[in-house]
Every structure is written in C-alpha cells, then in structure tokens.
C-alpha cells in the first residue's frame, strides 16, 4: 500500500482544515517546502498537495510552491483543488507533477473528464469527495444529489486509463477519529479502479486495517501533522 503524506496549501502556507472548513485552520508551515523536505527525510517517496484556494475559488495563488516542492525534492507528486480546464491539468503536468486530481469538473462533466483521461492516460486522479456518502464539491462548499459510488461507476464506464480515485469521507477528515471503513468498502467493491483512502487515517491499526482491504494506498494528515502517526514507523510497515 502506498503512502501519500498530505501538504495543503493555502495562501502560500502549509495548513490543515477540520472537515474542509476554511474557519477551522491551523498553520503548520509558513513554507510548505520544508514540510515536504521533512517528510521526505522520513522517506516517503510520495506527496499528495491540496490547492486550497484553487479548491474554493479556482485560484492558482499557490502554484510557485507546489513548483518548488516538487523540483526540490524530487518526489512523486500529485496535486488537486481547482482543477477544471484542460489548461490547468497542462500546467501542473508541466511543473513535474505526476498526477493532477480532478473532482468538482469531473462531476458536473464526466464525459469531458473521461476524454481528458484518454489524453492524458494514467495521469489523472479522480477526487470523490463525500457527505454522507454523496459527492461534495466546490472545496466541500456544496453537497450533490450523486452516490460517491454511481460516480466512479460511471467513470469507469467512460475511460479504462483514470489512475485512481482519492475517495475522501468529509466527515473524518481531520479529526483523527479513524477511517470510514465500510464507505471505502463500498467504493472498492463498486469500481475497478484503485482506490486511495483519505480522511482520518489515525493509528497503525488504521493502517493495518486498509493494508488487509487491499487498499492501493492512503493519505495522511492531521494524524502526522500533530504526531499521532509517525511516518518512518508507518513505511516500516509499508515498504514503498
């Protein structure tokens, strides 16, 4: 199972929200590259970037540090939040990064999604975002009328080369109360595509947890951020 250690980006910072309210911020990290360097250090050699702003408002305030993170270190990289035009997908891919996530776009317009997969095959991540097991969009701003799960059917009915789906529980994320492991369930069973479990990975039995689902890999915030988790300690049992 592979490991993501999550940074999200807001105004340039490094910070952590509680189930994507922007009212509930903390800072970790004036720069975001030095976090990055810490988790690499620990030896991970993966990093999952969250554009906070882009996610909210389609901004790209923080592009210039994703850019240094990923030429700093020399990690595989991805990185959602904003993503919703063929440009944006280009420009990240262009700054090194390895898969750019794409989820409110995706949504509203499955088909153009689904032919930006094809372009761009095993390049794009499909982000499911869910409330009480509905799509959530817009930075978590705004809840649909569509099962998480009807959603990664569909795009896997459209397009044979999405890389994975980040299927992220709202409700756990952040708040260190351990994964939704039946929603996960669901997801798994619902789609071929690999699934990456993210919101409230907390303890080394959560990832003993989705270690024995078969989960294709997990991300981690909040939970290493406040050292619940230590990320040499989770490698050691997930050698990457």
């Known amino acids: 199972m592979q490991i993501w250690p999550a940074i999200d980006l807001r105004g340039g910072k490094c910070v952590r929200l509680q189930q994507g309210d922007y009212n509930r911020e903390t800072v970790f990290a004036d720069e975001p590259a030095t976090m990055a360097a810490k988790w690499q250090e620990a030896g991970t050699r993966y990093l999952h970037l969250v554009d906070l702003d882009g996610a909210r408002d389609g901004s790209q305030v923080n592009q210039e540090p994703i850019r240094r993170i990923v030429q700093e270190t020399g990690l595989t990289c991805q990185v959602g939040g904003g993503v919703r035009d063929e440009e944006t997908i280009r420009r990240l891919l262009d700054l090194g990064l390895e898969r750019v996530i794409v989820g409110t776009r995706a949504l509203r317009d499955p088909s153009w999604f689904a032919a930006m997969s094809e372009k761009y095959p095993r390049r794009l991540v499909l982000g499911i975002d869910a409330r009480d097991g509905m799509v959530a969009t817009d930075g978590w ?30 409700a756990r994320d952040g708040m260190l109360s351990g994964p939704n492991f039946s929603q996960l369930a669901e997801m798994q069973t619902a789609t071929s595509i690999p699934v990456v479990a993210s919101g409230g990975v907390t303890t080394l039995d959560d990832i003993d947890q989705l270690s024995k689902m078969n989960t294709h890999a997990a991300i981690l915030g909040r939970a290493l951020y406040e050292g619940q988790l230590d990320l040499a300690e989770v490698l050691a049992r997930c050698p990457q």
């Open 141 to 170: 701003l705004e809840t649909s009328t569509t099962p998480a799960t009807e959603l990664a059917q569909h795009i896997a009915t459209l397009s044979q080369n999405v890389a994975a789906i980040v299927y992220t529980d709202i």
